[in-house]
């Protein structure tokens, strides 16, 4: 079966004795197959292989062979070390306690546990250092996948107080690798919410250094490097270094080539969801609109084929972009089906930058299929939506001011007029930060230039690309 369906099974085994009981052979049948992709995946990962010796050492302690224990804990532990797993290391000292206190009479146990005491403090300081690194990673993460970026100085001082705790005033206080990952991932993020987009580069790509300075972990930690490419792939983007762009997603689409992730199905799913939006982004940032469209069909079957592994987040950017690509080369019917994915969506909590843009995507797209008729009760639902969500900007009210009073201007120089004024509105805001960041979800600037000057929106862009 495709598709679950219990009835179908319980109508063509009917005559068989399991099905009287078929939610216990349902659970024998879930465990099984767990064992056998236990035992298939058992050496798929330097974590697999730490639990898989860990495993051994406790059934060889059971059996009081402690020699063979001592072995397999000195295999272990390199293998935990190269790879800085302190919670397996945390386990491992455990273990050597216990064959310790199994072979040794009394006099000898204290100088053998001091020195095992001694390392289990050390390492017990650099997991909760790394979980406090990853605790201020986490917090930074959460409000940009929920928010979006800040709209305001109060929504901006969340970002500082973060950025302000002791343990990010140098990076020497990291104390592992894992830790440094952190700490240039939170910097990156910062800088980015702050608009500083040379500093987000130059973190990202930090960042990215420090994981490929130690190849033999990106194989265990793949999702990690595929992660900082996306974000040094986001950071080129912005500041329009697309050679660089270019060689990095190259490498992401080639990762499965180079590490043994063959087998993972979320490798898989993050590679297709980074590469190709990062590509869509990159044909709206340089107007290749067309090039962009010839993606969608690759995006399609990806969507089909990770259906329900992919995050909501990202399936609402991949219809935004796909939608923004649209309106760009001028289809706009095309562009409403995209964008109608997102306005009857029920998740209303996500991505709120992403659903507020859309809705302003919208007006553009009503305005340039000429729905005048439906085009007054869009501004109006628009700006309850924002307004409702404490989520306008200056330029949104503006925009909605203007939209409302269009039909109005019904001679071809006065429209002119009117976005040429615009125009000088939008171009004054975005000396501020916060509405300069707005506008690059939607070149609305280069939007009233293509009709000002009566050419194609893809061709205004283009020439401000290069």
């Known amino acids: 079966q495709k598709e679950y369906d219990e009835d179908g099974i ?12 078929l939610h216990v052979a349902k659970n024998y049948l879930y465990k099984l197959i767990l064992k056998s992709l236990r035992n298939y995946h058992s050496e798929i990962s330097p974590d697999a292989e730490l639990k898989n010796i860990l495993r051994d050492v406790e059934i060889l302690y059971e059996k009081a062979l402690y020699k063979q224990c001592r072995k397999l804990l000195s295999k272990v532990r390199k293998i ?12 491992i000292i455990k273990w050597e306690k216990k064959v310790i206190n199994a072979e040794f009479h009394t006099g000898q146990l204290e100088k053998k546990l001091e020195k095992v005491f001694e390392e289990e403090h050390l390492i ?31 929504e901006l001082e969340k970002f500082n107080k973060i950025i302000d705790t002791p343990l990010l005033k140098n990076e020497k206080q990291a104390l592992s690798y894992q830790a440094r990952i952190y700490f240039y991932d939170i910097y990156a993020n910062y800088f980015y919410v702050n608009g500083d987009l040379k500093n987000d580069y130059k973190y990202t790509k930090k960042l990215l250094e420090l994981i490929e300075s130690e190849p033999e972990k990106i194989s265990g930690e793949a999702h990690i490097y595929i992660d900082a490419l996306h974000n040094y792939l986001i950071a080129c983007n912005r500041i329009k270094k697309y050679d660089d762009f270019r060689e990095a997603l190259h490498k992401l689409r080639n990762i499965t080539k180079n590490l043994f992730i063959g087998e993972s199905e979320d ?63 001028g289809e706009y019917n095309k562009a409403l089906f995209w964008l109608n994915k997102i306005l009857n969506s029920t998740d209303v909590d996500i991505r709120l930058d992403i659903l507020s843009f859309a809705r302003i995507l919208n007006l553009v797209i009503h305005y340039e299929l000429g729905n005048n008729d439906i085009l007054e009760y869009t501004v109006r639902s628009t700006y309850r939506f924002l307004y409702s969500r404490k989520r306008l900007y200056k330029f ?71």
Not at 10 to 21: V, W, Y
Not at 136 to 145: G, M, R, V, Y
Not at 303 to 321: A, D
């Open 124 to 154: 017990l300081e650099k997991l909760k250092n790394t979980i406090d690194y990853w605790s201020l990673d986490s917090k930074i993460n959460i409000l940009i996948e929920k928010k979006g970026l800040p709209r305001n100085e109060q």
């Open 267 to 329: 490798a898989l799913v993050r590679i297709f969801i980074f590469s190709h939006n990062m590509e869509l982004k990159m044909y709206l940032n340089t107007g290749e609109f067309v090039k962009g469209i010839r993606l969608i069909a690759d995006i399609e079957k990806g969507l089909e084929r990770f259906k329900g592994k992919i995050n909501r987040v990202h399936e609402i950017v991949f219809y935004y972009n796909i939608a923004y690509l649209f309106m760009g080369s």
């Open 396 to 466: 949104e009210t503006i925009l909605l001011n203007f939209i409302r009073k269009l039909p109005k201007s019904n001679t071809q120089v006065r429209l002119i007029n009117s976005f040429a004024d615009l125009k000088t509105e939008l171009t004054g805001l975005s000396e501020n930060i916060f509405e300069k960041r707005a506008l690059e979800y939607l070149d609305l600037i280069s939007w009233l230039e293509s009709k000002i000057n009566n050419t194609f929106y893809a061709e205004v862009i283009r020439n401000k690309s290069t």
């Open 10 to 21: 319980r109508k063509i085994f009917s005559d068989s004795i399991f099905i009287k009981q």
């Open 80 to 91: 935990a070390y190269q790879y800085e797993k302190h919670l397996q290391i945390m386990e």
